[in-house]
């Protein structure tokens, strides 16, 4: 099992196309991944995906509460294919989304970190902070990134942020967004965490995920392609 949660500080930094990417550009595509939508600002991928939100995140909170659930139960019961990956997506109303991850997110996370079948899960947990619903994700994850803008006033918020994550648990990295006057080693020492990768701005919004390998978005896939294999490789993987 590989469990990476993926956050965002402020404004809309591309969190949310980054956990796509991963998904998409993991180095072992044997693997099953699974991308749960845990942002409680409510979810777009159903309609982003062409995937809609039932089963999802709302079957799952409720499936949650008889007990007795396995990993494999969470993507047969929430899950919906997207080419050789599957997504659970969550409903658009962020009380909706809040409140099935404030009442299930401890559970599904539990059941998730304990996955035994090699799957990789993948989680867009939004503006993640100490006192967020998703946070029990983070705090079992193998590795939470924080993605930010590389601009100051975007950066400025980072550190704070890391060491609000690290006092509840999380390992963190930080992934940055260009436009950066800073090196990624200048970054690590400001933020205080480790930088896993410095993303190209795109302004156009690609045609498809699969468009992203051969189109102007190509130059942010090969990075992503990179942070994911240092994330398979940084991540043991159990299998039982």
Request: net charge negative; with cysteine; charged share 20%.
């Amino acid at each position: 099992m590989t469990l990476v949660a993926v956050s965002s500080v402020a404004g809309s930094p591309g969190a949310t196309r980054f956990v796509l990417g991963l998904a998409a550009a993991w180095p072992d595509p044997a693997r099953e991944r699974v991308v749960v939508e845990a942002d409680a600002d409510g979810g777009r991928l159903g309609a982003e995906l062409g995937v809609g939100v039932e089963p999802g995140l709302m079957a799952l909170a409720l499936a949650a509460r008889g007990g007795g659930l396995t990993a494999a139960d969470l993507v047969a019961r929430g899950a919906a294919a997207v080419g050789d990956w599957s997504v659970v997506p969550a409903p658009p109303s962020a009380e909706q989304t809040t409140s099935a991850l404030v009442h299930a997110a401890s559970t599904l996370a539990g059941i998730v970190a304990n996955d035994r079948e090699g799957r990789v899960w993948l989680v867009d947990a939004g503006r993640l902070s100490g006192r967020s619903p998703a946070l029990p994700f983070a705090r079992l994850a193998d590795d939470t990134v924080v993605v930010t803008a590389g601009a100051f006033p975007s950066l400025q918020l980072v550190p704070h942020r890391v060491e609000a994550l690290r006092d509840a648990g999380c390992h963190v990295s930080v992934v940055v967004v260009e436009p950066t006057p800073w090196s990624p080693t200048e970054v690590a020492d400001f933020v205080g965490a480790d930088v896993l990768a410095v993303l190209p701005s795109v302004s156009s919004r690609p045609a498809s995920l699969a468009a992203m390998r051969t189109s102007v978005w190509r130059p942010w896939w090969r990075r992503v392609e990179d942070a994911a294999a240092w994330l398979a490789a940084e991540v043991p993987v159990v299998n039982q």
